[in-house]
């Protein structure tokens, strides 16, 4: 009876240890696979006769090691060290106005992290606080090409500053755009150009920001000239007579035109008759006095031209001339009387006048051969004699 007592106590102790084991939550959490990463957020901060070091935990470290040095750049093979450190750790025992020198090691069962980034820190009897710094003076601003150059004097005790601009005078840090963190020079860019900005300047440490600097301000440059886009709408009026009328579209910023000439399609820049310095967008091509052929095709195309250049070539037209050819009617009709064309005494003729002149009889005007002229041949030869 005895022995079926004690076995059943026996089993009974196993299935509780059993139940204890299954409500401790499982398994444990696996080992760690790597060294733990360098620690960041390292901080010193001197006392009387100690220093005051703090960090930012590290995932997977189970302790730290602090290395510490009296001169800059220790590593963890120049400095001492000192194991299982926790933040935040007191460092006492040191010499007054002495700066001393700490990294920091992560550590776990895999091994040592890198060292985090080196701080430093002076212990001093009298640690005096930092006090607001004084406004920011000799401020100056130069614009340039969409930005403005700020500078200011060193202001003693400031970490860093910040620039306050607006586009209108008073700016304030409170009505200003903020550029925070800067340092002398700054360049203030992305703005419009043309445009007068205002600053003023703030020197900021731990203690707060100062107040403002005297505002001063500056003119960005104007834009830069380009070249004018190439002339779009061109169009040419074919059958006139010895000439052919183009117009085209205005082009922005242009302050004139050229007009190339081809007698083939294929016309350029280089191989085309160049009229230029024209200054409207309507343009008559006459071949200069003499006029075009008659019953001819001519292909054109037009630039846009200001003080930084010619623009590209329009897309190229083309036009042909009527058959009526008013230089070779002059010729036969009127030269013996007036002259050659280019000298004729009747330059400037209009057709109207012509005209009269033949029903008329004007200076002898009125014969058969010139009364046989149509409308037709009689404006080809005003056109003619009108350029």
């Not at 059943?8 to 084991?21: D, N, P, Y």
């Not at 002495?98 to 212990?123: D, H, K, M, Q, W």
């Not at 607001?132 to 100056?140: K, L, Q």
């Not at 800067?182 to 107040?211: Q, R």
Request: charged letters at 5%; glycine letters at 10%; a neutral charge.
């Amino acid at each position: 009876m005895k022995r079926t007592i004690a076995g059943l106590v026996s089993i009974l102790l196993m299935i509780f240890t059993f139940m204890l084991a299954g409500c401790s939550g499982g398994e444990s959490a696996p080992p760690p696979t790597t060294v733990p990463a360098a620690p960041t957020g390292l901080n010193a901060t001197p006392a009387d006769s100690q220093v005051t070091i703090s960090w930012t935990a590290v995932a997977g470290a189970t302790s730290y090691n602090l290395y510490h040095s009296t001169t800059a750049g220790v590593t963890t093979t120049t400095g001492t060290k000192i194991t299982g450190v926790t933040s935040p750790y007191v460092q006492t025992g040191l010499t007054n106005g002495t700066t001393y020198f700490y990294i920091l090691t992560a550590v776990n069962s895999i091994g040592e992290s890198a060292p985090s980034n080196e701080v430093s820190a002076t212990p001093s009897a009298v640690i005096t606080p930092p006090t607001i710094p004084a406004a920011p003076t000799g401020v100056t601003a130069v614009g340039g090409t969409n930005q403005v150059t700020v500078t200011w004097n060193t202001v003693t005790g400031a970490t860093s500053y910040n620039i306050y601009y607006s586009t209108t005078t008073g700016v304030t840090t409170a009505n200003g755009t903020k550029l925070a963190g800067v340092a002398s020079p700054d360049v203030v860019t992305g703005l419009a150009v043309s445009t007068t900005y205002f600053f003023i300047v703030t020197a900021v440490n731990s203690a707060g920001e100062s107040v403002a600097s005297s505002q001063v301000s500056a003119t960005t440059n104007a834009a830069a000239p380009v070249v004018p886009a190439a002339p779009t709408g061109v169009s040419a009026t074919a059958g006139q007579v010895n000439s052919v009328p183009l117009t085209w579209t205005a082009v922005s910023g242009a302050t004139s035109y050229n007009v190339y000439r081809g007698t083939a399609t294929g016309v350029t820049t280089s191989n085309g008759t160049k009229m230029s310095g024209i200054a409207t967008t309507t343009f008559t091509d006459t071949n200069s006095k003499a006029g075009l052929n008659a019953n001819t095709a001519y292909f054109y195309i037009v630039t846009a031209v200001n003080a930084t250049g010619e623009s590209a070539a329009s897309s190229e037209v083309n036009a042909s001339t009527s058959a009526t050819d008013g230089v070779a009617l002059y010729s036969t009709n009127c030269s013996g009387c007036h002259g050659a064309l280019l000298t004729s005494s009747k330059r400037g003729a209009s057709a109207t006048t012509i005209q009269n002149a033949i029903n008329n009889n004007t200076g002898g005007m009125g014969t058969t051969s010139l009364k046989a002229l149509t409308s037709t041949q009689v404006a080809a030869i005003a056109t003619v004699l009108g350029f």
